[in-house]
C-alpha cells in the first residue's frame, strides 16, 4: 500500500523506448486520505483487478505526455480493478492511445483522449467493460465530435463515465443504446442539419456524419439501438446503405426511457403484412424497429438510400403522435428485414431505392386518411414522384422501385394516380382501397388519369368490400 495524508504524485519518465510503464497489482492500494492522487506515466498504465486507487478528492491519471514525447507509440490504459474518488480524469496524449476501462460505482471517469482527433480513425479507441450488468446503458453523444457519456439504468448504480476526443467507441463486453440529441449536442442554433447514418466499407463500424463532418465512429456489433432526437431547427436524418448492401441495424428497440423520445414503436399494419410476408422470420415485435426518430420541433425530415435492391414498406401511423410511422425492408431476395425504424413529428420521409424492387406505401393504421394523390414531385426529369395523402400520412417523396402498392387503409377513400415523373423507374402500380387485414367496406373512389409514356406498362385497382 501506498497512503499517505497529503497528494500522491508518481511518475515514470517517457524514453524513446515503448515500456515506460506503470502498474498496479492485485492486491496493491494507492491512496490519499485527505487529497488527490496523480499518476503521470510515459507509456502504458495497468490497474489490475483487485487493484485500488483511493483518493479524498481526485484522481488523475495522464499517459503519453505530448510535452517531450520521444516516441511515436500511442500508451494502453488498462483500468480493471477499483477507483473510489469524487472524480477520476484519465488523459492521452497526441498519439493514438487505447483506453480499457471498467466503470466503476465509486467514481464518475472522465477519459480525454487528447490528438488525434475525427476524422482519424482509429485514432484514440475507448472500450467499454459492462459485465456484470443488469441493463444496458446509454451513450447519449456530446457536444464537439468524438465526445459522449454513457448513463448507467437501474438497479445498476455505477457512476457515468464521460468521455471527449475518442475517434472509435467500442466495448468488450456487453452492449449500449446510442442516443443522438440535437439540442444537448449543441445543434440548436436556427440553421438546417443533415445527419448521415451508415456503415463502413469494412462493415464493422457504424458512421455518424453531420453537416458532413464525422461526429461518431462505433461498432455496430456493440449498439443495441440508435435514437435521434431533433431540435427545434430544421433537420434531416438520412440512413444510407453503404455500398456493400449494409444497412445500420441493430439488436432491438430504443427505449422509451430516453428523455425526449417515446422510444420505438411497431404500428399494427406494418406487424401484419411483415408477418405474412416474413412468415418465417415471424412474429416480428418492436425489437425488430432498432432506429427511432423524433423529429422535434421544425421542419424534419427522414431520408432512406439503397444501393441494393430491395422490398421496402413505407407504414403510416398515429402510434407516437403525428407524424408518425415506420419503414422496414428486405433485400429482394430476403427472408428477413435488414431495416426496421420508427419515426415521430417529421413532416416528410424520402425512399430512394434502386431500379428494381418493391414499395408498400400502407395507410391502413391512419384511419382519418381519406384521400391520397400520386403525383410528379414538381420537379420534371428528376426520377422522384409524390404521394401526398391528408389527415395522418405523413407525405412521401420516393424514386427508383418497379413496382409499386399504395394501401389507401379503412373507410370511404379517394386513391388518385395523377400522374408520375417523367423519368420514373416503376412499371408495375397497384392501387388498393382495402386495408391490410383485407376487411375494409367503405366505399372508394379510385382515379386513375395518366402515367408517363414508356415506364409503367400496369395499372392494377383493387377494392375492398364496398362499391368503388
Not at 48 to 77: E, H, R, Y
Not at 116 to 143: E, I, K, Q
Not at 448 to 466: A, E, F, I, K, L
Amino acid at each position: 500500500m501506498v497512503a499517505t495524508n497529503g497528494s500522491v504524485t508518481i511518475s515514470t519518465v517517457d524514453t524513446v523506448g515503448a515500456d515506460d510503464d506503470l502498474t498496479i497489482n492485485t492486491g496493491v492500494t494507492v491512496q490519499s486520505t485527505t487529497a488527490s492522487v496523480e499518476l503521470n506515466v510515459g507509456d502504458d498504465f495497468t490497474l489490475t483487478a483487485g487493484g485500488t486507487i483511493q483518493a479524498a478528492s481526485t484522481i488523475a491519471i495522464n499517459v503519453d505526455p505530448s510535452a517531450g514525447d520521444l516516441d511515436l507509440a500511442g500508451s494502453t490504459v488498462d483500468l480493471l480493478g477499483n477507483v473510489i474518488a469524487a472524480q477520476t480524469t484519465i488523459s492521452g496524449g497526441d498519439d493514438s492511445d487505447t483506453f480499457n476501462i471498467l466503470p466503476t460505482q465509486d467514481s464518475p471517469i472522465t477519459v480525454n483522449g487528447g490528438d488525434p482527433t475525427l476524422p482519424v480513425v482509429p485514432g484514440d479507441v475507448l472500450n467499454l467493460d459492462f459485465s456484470g450488468l443488469a441493463s444496458p446503458p446509454v451513450l447519449t453523444l456530446g457536444v464537439d465530435a468524438g465526445s459522449g457519456a454513457f448513463s448507467f439504468l437501474a438497479p445498476d448504480l455505477e457512476q457515468p463515465v464521460n468521455y471527449s476526443s475518442i475517434e472509435n467507441v467500442n466495448t468488450s463486453v456487453g452492449g449500449y443504446h446510442l442516443v443522438l440529441n440535437m439540442f444537448t449536442s449543441g445543434f440548436q442554433d436556427s440553421s438546417d442539419d443533415t445527419i448521415d447514418a451508415t456503415v463502413d466499407a469494412t462493415d464493422t463500424d457504424l458512421l455518424l456524419d453531420i453537416n458532413g463532418g464525422n461526429f461518431f465512429t462505433g461498432a455496430v456489433a456493440d449498439i443495441l439501438s440508435f435514437t435521434t432526437i431533433g431540435s427545434t431547427d430544421n433537420e434531416t436524418l438520412n440512413i444510407n446503405e453503404n455500398g456493400n448492401g449494409v444497412l445500420p441495424f441493430f439488436q432491438g428497440a430504443a427505449p422509451a426511457t430516453i428523455p425526449g423520445s417515446n422510444g420505438s414503436h411497431l404500428n399494427t399494419s406494418a406487424q401484419t403484412f411483415l408477418d405474412a410476408e416474413f412468415a418465417g422470420a415471424a412474429p416480428f415485435t418492436v425489437d425488430d424497429i432498432t432506429i427511432h426518430y423524433d423529429g422535434g420541433l421544425g421542419t424534419d425530415t427522414l431520408n432512406v438510400n439503397f444501393t441494393s435492391d430491395h422490398n421496402t414498406g413505407y407504414f403510416s401511423d398515429t402510434d407516437d403522435g403525428l407524424g408518425s410511422g415506420n419503414i422496414g425492408a428486405a433485400t429482394t431476395a430476403g427472408a428477413d428485414i435488414d431495416l426496421g425504424l420508427s419515426f415521430a413529428r417529421l413532416e416528410g420521409v424520402g425512399i430512394n431505392g434502386t431500379a428494381t424492387g418493391g414499395l408498400r406505401v400502407d395507410a391502413s393504421s391512419t384511419p382519418l386518411t381519406d384521400n391520397i394523390t400520386i403525383s410528379d414531385d414538381g420537379t420534371p426529369a428528376d426520377g422522384i414522384s409524390l404521394i401526398d395523402g391528408n389527415m395522418q400520412f405523413t407525405d412521401l417523396l420516393f424514386s427508383g422501385f418497379d413496382d409499386l402498392q399504395v394501401v389507401s387503409g379503412t373507410g370511404a377513400e379517394t386513391l388518385d394516380l395523377v400522374g408520375l415523373d417523367s423519368d420514373t423507374t416503376l412499371t408495375d402500380v397497384e392501387l388498393n382501397a382495402d386495408d391490410v387485414d383485407g376487411t375494409d367496406t367503405g366505399n372508394d373512389t379510385i382515379r386513375v388519369q395518366s402515367t408517363p409514356t414508356g415506364t409503367v406498362t400496369n395499372v392494377t385497382v383493387r377494392g375492398g368490400w364496398g362499391m368503388i
